[in-house]
């Protein structure tokens, strides 16, 4: 193999180290090419892959309910995946699959007309999750309540104007306080993404009379169900799924694969990821099984469940407040921001209150979402303060610290900006060799992220080239360097550190500023 292996011009030497192993030693000249290369492109180089069309469902809140620390990992690890996508250069879609039909409304709906506050549009989400705890209430004691709700909704479904009228004001109210949620949190969802559960709803009796025809679906003991080969129950037999409930009601399968149906035939994804917890696995597995049987999607449409695991409290327990309750997603902002802000105003003491709000609002936030991000999606991770403020180790904290490193360089030298344009890269230490080369796998970690969904490998790199950089800072002066050749070439390194650490953080929706 080495004898046929022509890298002249590209590596200096190439040896076999070990079984399934090979070193290849690249040339300092060829390393220095490339970073001219990648300086000279606002891309940094990265090439731009076949276009495809890419659905990405992610967040997926329920409506007149506020958004908790269980949407979370959805919203940002799913963001981060629709941002490396689109600078890769696909056409997106994001999917806010919010909860947005149902039983529920009708519930909502009769206790606000009992309440005589027909004017939903009004009201905050506090009180209309109040509501919503109250109608509950009410419709599992008062039977006459619940036939009253139930009766609500075959009027809601069936287009009623009032109805669908109320019914719209409970969605805008929910979908506005999220949109100020996801504002906070940098995610780049807005009410146009909403693609919820009720825009399926038209065409779940068209689908399980087209599955009936295919001979997929059957009648079992008044309801219609597929059963599936693929997956077997406990005696052994093939499972059933139902997809229409006696009463003529429908199922979060029959929803999930009209949704796929839509997405290919409607959407023309050629790629489909969806950031769903673990625990909805085998729920999606069945799902998209009838949809590959019916012949909705075809096999060469990826239908991905790029799953997570569960945020848990220092106890390895679910994460809770300390009464046990749910912790809600604003509250967690709001203290996430707090802390960041003592943080912040404890290093910068004569910072104005501008600057400080500012910086501690990207450090607080950033802190939050890189702890998670930072995190391989599929296992569950302990939320931990002190461990996502601190200014060591792989933290948003951390990062934006490195990124203002490097800037700094740039505030003390006095630089010739066209001088150093057109001055070449010299590598001749190894710290120099180290730091570019890591740079230049920048588009590789891209493309790992855009195919496997998994923003931590992002994290990884960019904790890397920052340790690297710092390395190279300490051993190779740059604005003490024994010449103008040298000490440019090391500016130009440290250009393209900040340059990739700023839009590396950038496809993670993590903002950088310029003093810490």
């Known amino acids: 193999m080495l004898t046929h ?36 492109s606002e891309r940094l180089g990265v090439s731009q892959p076949t276009r495809q069309t890419i659905v990405v469902d992610y967040s997926a809140p329920n409506v007149a309910k506020e958004m908790h620390v269980g949407h979370l990992r959805s919203t ?20 806010n699959h919010v909860g947005d039909w149902g039983t529920q409304f009708g519930m909502l709906i009769a206790w606000l007309e009992k309440q005589q506050q027909e004017n939903a549009g009004d009201m905050a989400l506090a009180d209309l999750e109040g509501f919503y705890r109250d109608a509950k209430k ?36 929910t979908m506005t306080q999220n949109q100020i949620t996801y504002d906070r949190l940098n995610v780049t969802l807005t009410r ?19 599955l009936k025809a295919k001979g997929l679906a059957v009648e079992s003991e008044g309801a219609t169900v597929v059963f599936l080969d693929e997956f077997k ?28 149906k839509y997405r290919y035939e409607t959407l023309h994804a050629d790629r489909v990821l969806y950031y769903i917890d673990s625990r909805q696995h085998q729920h999606l597995m069945q799902a998209w099984t009838i949809v590959r049987k019916a012949g909705y999607v075809p096999d060469s449409v990826p239908l991905e469940h790029h799953m997570f695991g569960m945020m848990l409290g220092k106890d390895g327990k679910p994460f809770k407040t300390r009464a046990g309750g749910t912790v809600k997603l604003a509250d967690l902002l709001d203290e996430a921001l707090e802390r960041a802000r003592r943080l912040v105003a404890e290093k910068n003491p004569d910072m104005s209150a501008d600057e400080l709000e500012k910086l501690a609002n990207a450090v607080g936030i950033g802190a939050v979402k890189y702890a998670d991000l930072s995190k391989n999606r599929t296992t569950d991770y302990i939320f931990d303060w002190d461990n996502m403020l ?69 994290c990884a790199y960019l904790y890397d080239v920052a340790g690297l950089f710092s390395g190279f800072y300490e051993h190779c002066p740059i604005l003490s360097a024994e010449n103008d050749a040298v000490r440019n070439s090391r500016l130009k ?24």
């Open 192 to 210: 146009d993404d909403v693609m919820g559960e009720s825009l399926y709803n038209p065409m779940l009796p068209g689908i399980v009379a087209d």
């Open 390 to 458: 601190a200014f060591e180790g792989n933290t948003a904290p951390y990062m934006q610290y490195a990124y203002t490193r490097v800037l700094s360089v740039f505030r003390k030298a006095d630089i010739d900006e066209q001088a150093l344009a057109s001055a070449p890269v010299i590598i001749s230490e190894d710290r120099e060799a180290q730091l570019a080369a890591r740079l230049l796998q920048f588009e590789e970690t891209l493309t790992v992220v855009a195919r496997e969904g998994t923003p931590h490998v992002m």
């Open 493 to 516: 390194l440290a250009q393209l550190t900040a340059k990739t650490l700023k839009l590396g953080l950038d496809t993670l929706g993590i903002e950088t500023v310029e003093r810490m």
């Open 138 to 173: 009410h419709y599992d004691e008062d039977e006459a309540f619940a036939e009253r709700a139930r009766n609500y909704v075959v009027r809601l479904q069936s287009g009623d104007t009032y109805f669908r009228e109320m019914w719209r004001k409970l969605v805008d109210i």
């Open 233 to 260: 129950n406990k005696e052994g037999d093939p499972m059933g799924v139902i997809i229409q409930k006696k009463d003529g009601g429908y199922l979060y399968t029959t929803t999930d694969i009209a949704c796929a």
């Open 5 to 40: 292996l022509d890298l002249s011009g590209i590596a200096s030497k190439v040896e076999i180290a070990g079984p399934g192993f090979i070193n290849i030693f690249l040339e300092p000249t060829f390393l220095a090419e490339q970073v001219q290369q990648a300086l000279a």
């Open 76 to 95: 940002i690890i799913g963001d981060a995946a629709v941002r490396t996508l689109e600078f890769l250069g696909h056409h997106v879609i994001r999917a």
